[in-house]
Nanobody, 127 residues
């Protein structure tokens, strides 16, 4: 079992930045690929970014490429999502998730592939 707790969400003006954190506990963090997803009201959960176990490979959704960066610190059992140049359409609950497989990160865009999820953190971008 892996427990995930997100933090760092909040209210920010368009063009601003936020850094989300996801702290993991319970199992060896470096055994998991880690993903970020988001869900706006009335919409399906959407892939944002994923990072491999070692941090050597990442894959980012086209909608946030060039603005969002995923990273991880295995010594701190934490994965991050740096979000710059935020837009109102980025408003959503943001979730982190853990995948224990050896799949390449480019296929980990489907939320059903992840075994563990955090409770989410709200990001609201005002125009």
């Amino acid at each position: 079992q892996v427990q995930l707790v997100e933090s760092g969400g909040g209210l920010v003006q368009a063009g601003g930045s936020l850094r989300l954190s996801c702290a993991a506990s319970g199992r060896t963090f470096s055994n998991y690929n880690m993903g970020w997803f988001r869900q706006a009201p009335g919409k399906e959960r959407e892939f944002v970014a994923v990072i491999s176990r070692s941090g050597g490979s990442t894959y980012t959704a086209d909608s946030v490429k060039g603005r969002f960066t995923i990273s991880r610190d295995n010594a701190k059992n934490t994965v991050y999502l740096q979000m710059n140049s935020l837009k109102p359409e980025d408003t959503a609950v943001h979730y982190c998730a853990a995948d224990p497989s050896t799949r390449p990160v480019r296929v980990l865009t489907n939320p059903r592939l992840y075994d563990y999820w955090g409770q989410g953190t709200q990001v609201t971008v005002s125009s």
